[in-house]
């Protein structure tokens, strides 16, 4: 039984998080984010829950009775009761070129997780979560033969995929999972050059839009041949999405008053690459574990109706994290039932810059995990902080600041009686 | 002590999340960074004019104008049609005196004008009545003349009495067919005001003792100009219709190509000005609907027009929506007709130089235009 002063200081820490939470909803903004989402589905987003955020978003070995991301659909195993699990992510980013400094925030829902453990380590699975992401915006003065203007674009949207997993733990040393993958989303990109000189000169907009839709499978394994060791799996074949490409070029004022000047369609599928990865994370003793991931993405097989995009490359991702448990104790300090983690990564970016340099991403993270009322529910949080690009090689650098939260709850009466 | 510390850690992160809630800041960084084609892709060009632009005589009807012009000034020459109201009184004429406002006369060079009243013999319609419809079956005789300095405001001319019968109108009478204003063929253009401006020419008989006054129910002013086809300039005229056209192949702007603005810019040779009534002599130019002008006939969209006034020695029209129609494919490009805008109430005229002038003075076709980037792969 909790003493009166440690329920007063977790009813504290939980009303400071729903109260950071209720902003972060209240003031949903999809603003600029980063410049190289611009390209192809926009940036490839990884979306895992705060716990494995919080170890550099190590996923493949993960095996946590709250914290799934379904990435790898055999973690979900673990699972012990019915889980809804929340992702909530903010990001900024600090752009600098040779040009000048900018900055930019998004803050969003980030992914949806329903898991149902059934009989005989059988379970199902829900999810939803952003495959990539495109937000961003540049406005940039400009002047012609002495006639000022402005131009911008805006790039936003992103596709999201909406998974069917099921899994099974066949003994206690191997588990294995598979999803049904439907891809969807839809990307937006407008351009608009508007001239000082509004009583003689027509703005323009151009806009582009692409609605895509896909389906592909995912699989994965989770092995543990000792009790401190587990080793995971997954690979997503290519996908092929299709997409409908729509053009429209407008005479400009604002957006109450534009004329529809050409217009032009067509359809598109794309190859979104394969995608595989292994990772092994050792249990030390009670206290904490560590790990180490690898995953990979043939970008440089990205194609648009079967010709490869120039420029890409295949990513090969690192990264090591860990993770000092939370104390079982229920007569423990509050802060000792807390999880405490740490993880680092690097990957390039899966597409060069204009001079043919690799673009390098680096990320150090650390992360807690809050337990809740019962112990059946907890809040991960996790920050990140992160860098991509270079000034002196790629002309650019963005300096990147990420919290990502999940609210992961697991109540009583879902949980099944002959668990 | 701990539980304080992770307060403020946390409540640390709540301006953060306000900050996020702020406006979007625009950026200063380059637009190169999104390594797309056509970026930077605001482009302006000058076109110059084809080669066959040229200026042509149409045909309009000058029966609304606020004035009445006659006389000759330079390559324009123009007479005045008035026809009388009934006089409803019968008995004797004793005299007969025609007297008109002159509001201004027109000159090269500074003199006197004659002015030549004749009588009519052929039946005309203000509405209908040009130049071309007028010949020397309408010349009747002379009646009177008289010759004014360009300082008179008050023209009063006495006619023979004779004439009265032929002049006027009774319901007893065959219709009249009135008189003709001209001078006597030297340099001298006389302005005055017409039906529709509401002071009226008057005719005034004394009949039996008494003045009856008889005012005009239609009057025109029809006009031609001698100004011989001249390849280096093209001309636009109130009252003699002169029209010129021309074209600019604008073809090499893309479809998708938002324009920004096109000014056609007309350089004005001011020895061929006519005189106006206008303060600044204004042009209009029409978006030609078909390239039938070669035929003889113009079909142009008198709801798609560009209007500008001469300044400084230049006319510039605002085409924005012509070029925007023809390299949006909503129009085929057959050019663009200019006239004067007051064409059917004025005497006036300008020159442009044409596309074999001097490379400086041509007509040229100032384009700003905006090509869409590609779109992300």
Known sequence: ?419 | MKLSILKAVLVCLAPFLFYQCSEKKNSVVGLDVLQRENIGSERHAVFQAAANDTFFQSTVSTGEGLYLFFGKYATVEAKALIRFDTLTTSGSVDSLVLTFKKVKTYHQTAGTVTIVVSALQKDWNEQTMTWNAFDAGFIGNTITTKTIASTDTLVEMTLPKQWAPLLVRSTSQTPSYGILLTTDGRDGLVQTNSIEYGQYMELKMYVNNSTKSVYPVQDVFISASSQRPDPDRLVVADGTALRSVLRFNVGEIPKTAVIGRAYLKLHVDESLAYPSIQTQYTVLGFWLKDSLFTQGTISLDSTKYAEASLDNKMVVLNVTSFVQSWTSGFAKNEGILLGGKYETTDLAGLSFYSSRADSLNRPSLDVFYTLPPSPAY
């Open chain 1, 1 to 419: 039984m909790r003493n009166n002063g440690e329920t007063n200081m977790t009813n504290d820490i939980h009303k400071i998080i729903r109260t950071i939470s209720f902003f972060m909803l209240l003031h949903r903004t999809l603003i600029a984010g980063s410049i190289l989402s611009s390209k192809g589905f926009g940036i490839p987003m990884i979306s895992p829950d705060a716990r494995s955020a919080g170890m550099a978003g190590m996923t493949l070995a993960q095996s946590d009775p709250y914290s799934v991301s379904g990435i790898n659909p055999s973690s979900f195993v673990s699972v012990r009761t019915t889980l809804v699990s929340l992702h909530l992510s903010a990001e900024n980013s600090w752009i600098r070129t040779g040009d000048g400094n900018a900055s930019s925030g998004y803050t969003n829902f980030d992914g949806f997780l329903f898991a149902l453990p059934l009989k005989s380590g059988l379970g199902l699975a829900i999810q939803l979560r952003p495959l990539t992401r495109m937000s961003y915006r540049i406005t940039s003065p400009q002047q012609l033969e002495g006639q000022t203007y402005t131009k911008s674009t805006e790039g936003r949207g992103g596709i999201s995929e909406i998974s069917l997993s099921a899994f099974w733990g066949i003994n206690r040393f191997l588990s294995i999972g598979a999803s049904g993958n439907y891809i969807f989303g839809k990307n937006e990109e407008d351009w608009k050059v508007l001239w000082d000189d509004q009583n003689t000169f027509t703005g323009s907009k151009t806009l582009f839009s692409a609605r895509h839709s896909g389906n592909g499978w995912t699989a994965g394994l989770q092995l543990k041949p000792i009790s401190s060791l587990i080793l995971g799996g997954s690979y997503s074949p290519e996908l092929n999405i299709d997409t409908q490409n729509e053009h429209a070029y407008y005479e400009y004022v604002n957006e109450a008053t534009k004329y529809v000047l050409a217009y032009d369609a067509e359809k598109n599928r794309t190859q979104f690459p394969a995608r595989w990865g292994f990772a092994a994370m050792a249990i030390l003793g009670k206290t904490a574990s560590w790990g180490i991931e690898y995953t990979e993405q043939a970008w440089n097989r990205f194609s648009v109706n079967r010709n490869f995009v120039p420029g890409t490359l295949k990513t090969q991702r690192i990264a090591t994290g860990g993770e000092f448990f939370a104390m079982a104790n229920p007569t423990a300090p509050y802060l000792k039932k807390m999880a405490y983690r740490i993880g680092f990564s690097y990957q390039p970016f899966f597409s060069k810059d204009r001079n043919g340099n690799r673009i390098g991403e680096w990320w150090a993270t650390v992360g807690l995990g809050l337990p809740m009322t019962m112990g059946l529910s907890q809040i991960d949080a996790a920050i990140a902080l992160g860098r991509r690009g270079s000034l002196s090689t790629n002309t650019f650098s963005e300096t990147l600041f990420k919290f990502v939260l999940t609210v992961t709850v697991g109540e009583k009466w879902f949980t099944r009686v002959n668990e």
